[in-house]
């Protein structure tokens, strides 16, 4: 049996360079049509703080149209999955599953004298790999979020090349400075997004 500890997607809208609402997806456009009221079109864009891309919603007909189209919006929209934890038949506790391996007999003399024993030590290690490719894999996804958010709100504004440079760098000091001079929202939400960047970086 597997669980999984689900996270809400946030999304975040701005109105020009302010950011105007920061919340789930349904706070957010609810806000927004009853500011836009009866006009069909918006110029606040909303942003998947996830992915980064702009979601394109349709605020026509009244309120209650527009939860028609939240609720069909919600049902598609894949939701943020972290932490599995999986169980199965073995240990109880740690859901240890047996399967067989092939290894070369230095790697089993190895592994016998560690401390613990073989199953203990590859589990580690596996552990240790998993992390590893993990941590990778969340820098990947926040340097290509930031860049799409960037692009968008600040593609034109001095420093956008150079900030984008650091940020594939993971010159955070760098990437900092090259947005000194942007709009504070935009300035910060893009440092927010990239955080996991530079996480872990000496300070």
């Known amino acids: 049996m597997s669980q999984e ?104 003399e190895w592994l016998a004298s560690q401390s613990g024993g073989a199953s203990s030590t590859l589990r580690k290690l596996v552990e240790e790999a998993k992390k590893k490719s993990q941590s990778s894999n969340s820098v990947k996804r926040a340097q290509e979020c930031t860049y799409k958010f960037m692009n968008v709100m600040a593609g034109d504004l001095p420093g956008f090349e150079e900030a984008l440079r650091a940020l594939y760098q993971k010159n955070r000091d760098q990437f900092l400075a090259q947005m000194k001079d942007w709009p504070k929202d935009v300035r910060k939400h893009a440092a927010e997004l990239a955080a996991p960047v530079f996480s872990g970086l000496a300070e």
Request: aromatic share 8%; net charge neutral; hydrophobic share 35%.
């Open 5 to 108: 500890s689900i996270l809400p997607i946030v999304y975040t809208a701005f109105e020009n360079s302010h950011l105007f609402i920061q919340g789930g997806l349904e706070e957010v456009v609810l806000t927004i049509k009853e500011k836009i009221g009866k006009s069909e079109n918006s110029e606040i864009l909303i942003f998947n703080d996830s992915t980064g891309k702009v979601i394109d919603f349709n605020f026509q007909g009244t309120k209650k149209d527009v939860k028609k189209r939240l609720e069909i919006f919600t049902q598609s929209s894949p939701k943020v999955a972290e932490n599995a934890d999986s169980t199965g038949p073995g240990r109880p506790k740690l859901g240890v599953v047996s399967r067989e391996i092939s290894l070369l007999p230095r790697h089993w």
